[in-house]
């Protein structure tokens, strides 16, 4: 079992950088997937970003690619995900999310963060 805290989020305006932080506990992060995803105001939560366990395979919803990009550190237990070029449309909470394979992690992940609030300002 794994247990995740996001950090991070704030209000920016439109055009700036953000850095979200996912620090997760126990020992075996290294064995999970871990992924973004996030959740606008009357929408569904969806998919941002997901990286390997080892970190070498990342993958990106079409909206945010080439503007987020996920990471991780498995010496600190800690995944980021830095935000830049932020449009207003990227307005939501975050959420940190682990499962055991990227398939998994990407759409359907049994743990969670409690996430964080991320609003760009036009």
């Known amino acids: 079992q794994v247990q995740l805290v996001e950090s991070g989020g704030g209000l920016v305006q439109a055009g700036g950088s953000l850095i979200l932080s996912c620090a997760a506990s126990?020992?075996?992060?290294?064995?999970?997937?871990m992924g973004w995803f996030r959740q606008a105001p009357g929408k569904e939560r969806e998919f941002v970003a997901a990286?390997?366990?080892?970190?070498?395979?990342?993958y990106y919803a079409d909206s945010v690619k080439g503007r987020f990009t996920i990471s991780r550190d498995n010496a600190k237990n800690t995944v980021h995900l830095q935000m830049n070029s932020l449009k207003p449309e990227d307005t939501a909470v975050y959420y940190c999310?682990?499962?055991?394979?990227?398939?998994?992690?990407?759409?359907?992940?049994?743990?969670w963060g409690q996430g964080t609030q991320v609003t760009v300002s036009s």
């Open positions: 990286i390997s366990r080892s970190g070498g395979s990342t």
């Open positions: 999310a682990a499962d055991s394979t990227i398939v998994v992690v990407s759409t359907r992940p049994h743990y």
């Open positions: 126990g020992r075996t992060f290294s064995s999970y997937c």
